[in-house]
């Protein structure tokens, strides 16, 4: 069974930091691929950040590289996405999610476990 959930998100300044994170209801995320995607009102869901089952590759939207970090523990039941010098333009509810695969996966439709999204919003 898996359940993703969310948590993290708050109401921050423009050049705030935040860290969320996303379990799987206390069991482990398993060895699959994990990304974190964000969506705005009357936008399509983009992705921010994907990593592969061992936490060895990663890949990031141009508009969040530098300022984002995506990891995984090494236990296997926590994925975190560190979010630095935030931007009013980062404002979303950001969902995580389990790919199919373990590899590295940016299609959205590679994925098939979402949280429930945590809202993130950023004013200036």
């Known amino acids: 069974q898996v359940q993703l959930v969310e948590s993290g998100g708050r109401a921050v300044q423009a050049g705030d930091s935040l860290r969320l994170s996303c379990t799987n209801s206390g069991r482990p995320l398993g060895s699959w691929a994990m990304a974190w995607f964000r969506q705005t009102p009357g936008k399509a869901r983009e992705l921010v950040a994907a990593i592969n089952w061992s936490g060895e590759d990663t890949y990031y939207v141009d508009s969040v590289k530098g300022r984002f970090a995506v990891s995984r523990d090494s236990a296997g039941y926590t994925l975190w996405l560190q979010m630095n010098n935030l931007e009013p333009e980062d404002t979303a509810v950001y969902y995580c999610?389990?790919?199919?695969?373990?590899?590295?996966?940016?299609?959205?439709?590679?994925?098939?476990?979402w949280g429930q999204g945590t809202q993130v919003t950023v004013s200036s």
């Open positions: 999610a389990r790919a199919l695969r373990p590899t590295l996966m940016m299609a959205m439709d590679m994925y098939n476990y």
